[in-house]
């Protein structure tokens, strides 16, 4: 049986008989429009939520000001992940080999131990790198319970990974809403896993572009791993999908840089090559563009799966940057380690931040029953901006950030018993 017509068979199943007449007889166009919707979702969410732009600037220029010594302190790092499958007919409901495949396949692109490294020119081999990043599904949960680090959710919406209620949420993100809530997004990388539709692979959220309860990673099923329901879409079977969009999460952008149509834009990485817009399929090295050897082969750009081979140094600055700034509570994260079976003893004490980003003050909302003895507000330099004691029995505190200037911060809640930490934004205006 030719692969058009698998395909088509699967997509009679996903979509309805419409959907699967158009893969038969359009499959290669098709195929070759399908991409990342990481920047369209960034414009939706500033659109929907004009104080994302203070987020969004706020992150920005921590990442660019993080200093070396920062990015360079730690080597492997390992990123805890949830997996929410998010599925309406049982071919989304994709099984636990192909999740596994998943993670297999982002632990090699991101050490530099994928088989297809040979694929990197070598003109670009001096700048590959091994970003230095291991990624597990979550052994223990925000409850600091056990957990396989999947979720699996059944919805009664199809394409759900583009759907937005009335009320101008991301259906995806909510479970009130279909979808499935996130788990601490700043303690864990979320990924929901889902139907998208539309012509889109998937899409992550970069830092401050999105509300924490939509951060995070969105990946159409049939592009996720590469075994199950995956194996049968090619060129985009690899995994790479997920390797690309989580890139996006750590802040790395489009190869080509925000406007495809300008030579003069580009992805702020210096040994990235300048190129006019992305390239597709699976071109013969070299091609050209903007006066360079494109890297067409970079994680960054839309070539198929089978095409793609590196992250550059550059990259790998900018990703750290972002990880130990603006994503640096995934390194203080639990997720990864094993919880004692049947306690919930290491659950994180948590706490609200209201308004986030702030103006001249913001308040604290405390647990229940709050034992906390002080709260500081420092820079991700160390330094102390705020120290604040707590009144005894009080469960909400006002902090004043009149004399803070405007950024990126951590918050930090002294308990009796431990600690609670969370990144907080004093707005730009």
Not at 11 to 18: P, Q, V
Request: net charge negative; proline share 7%; glycine share 8%.
């Amino acid at each position: 049986m030719s692969t058009a017509i698998i395909l088509a068979y699967f997509s009679l199943r996903w979509s309805g008989w419409l959907t699967g007449l158009f893969w038969l007889l359009f499959l290669p166009t098709s195929m070759a429009q399908q991409q990342c919707h990481a920047e369209e979702i960034a414009r939706r969410n500033l659109e929907r939520s004009p104080w994302l732009q203070d987020t969004r600037a706020a992150a920005n220029q921590i990442i660019r000001n993080a200093p070396l010594s920062i990015v360079a302190g730690r080597t492997i790092v390992e990123i805890p992940v949830v997996i929410h499958v998010v599925f309406k007919g049982s071919l989304e409901n994709i099984s636990e080999g192909q999740i596994l495949s998943q993670m297999k396949v982002l632990n090699a692109d991101y050490r530099r131990l994928n088989a297809d490294t040979s694929l990197t020119p070598l003109f670009f081999q001096p700048v590959a790198a091994d970003m230095e990043l291991q990624f597990c599904l979550a052994q223990t949960d925000p409850d600091g319970k056990p957990t396989s680090g999947i979720t699996r959710t059944s919805t009664p919406w199809n394409n759900i990974g583009q759907l937005v209620a009335p009320d101008g949420r991301p259906r995806i993100h909510y479970s009130d809403l279909g979808g499935k809530d996130a788990w601490d997004p700043e303690h864990y990388l979320n990924i929901w896993v889902c139907q998208i539709g539309g012509g889109i692979l998937g899409f992550g959220t970069y830092p401050g572009s999105a509300p924490l309860a939509e951060d995070g990673v969105v990946i159409d099923a049939r592009y996720f791993g590469t075994t199950g329901l995956a194996a049968f879409y090619p060129p985009h079977h690899l995994g790479r999908t997920a390797t690309h969009e989580i890139a996006h999460y750590f802040n790395l952008l489009h190869i080509w840089g925000p406007d495809e149509y300008s030579c003069a834009d580009d992805d702020e990485v210096a040994d990235t090559p300048g190129q006019r817009g992305p390239f597709l399929d699976c071109p013969a090295y070299p091609q050209f563009s903007c006066g360079n050897s494109v890297m067409f082969m970079n994680f960054l750009d839309y070539t198929n799966d089978a095409c793609m081979s590196l992250f550059t140094e550059g990259q790998k600055v900018r990703l750290r940057a972002a990880l130990f700034s603006t994503r640096s509570g995934l390194l203080d994260s639990n997720g990864c380690q094993s919880a004692p079976a049947g306690t919930s003893t290491t659950k994180r004490p948590k706490f609200m931040i209201a308004p986030n980003p702030a103006g001249t003050y913001t308040k604290i909302r405390l647990p229940e029953k709050p034992m906390a003895v002080i709260v500081r507000v420092t820079g991700l330099n160390g330094k102390l901006w705020l120290e604040q004691p707590v009144v005894p029995g009080v469960d909400t505190i006002t902090l004043d950030c009149s004399q803070i200037p405007a950024g990126l911060y951590c918050i930090t809640v002294v308990f009796s018993n431990t600690v609670a930490n969370s990144l907080f934004i004093k707005g730009l205006k």
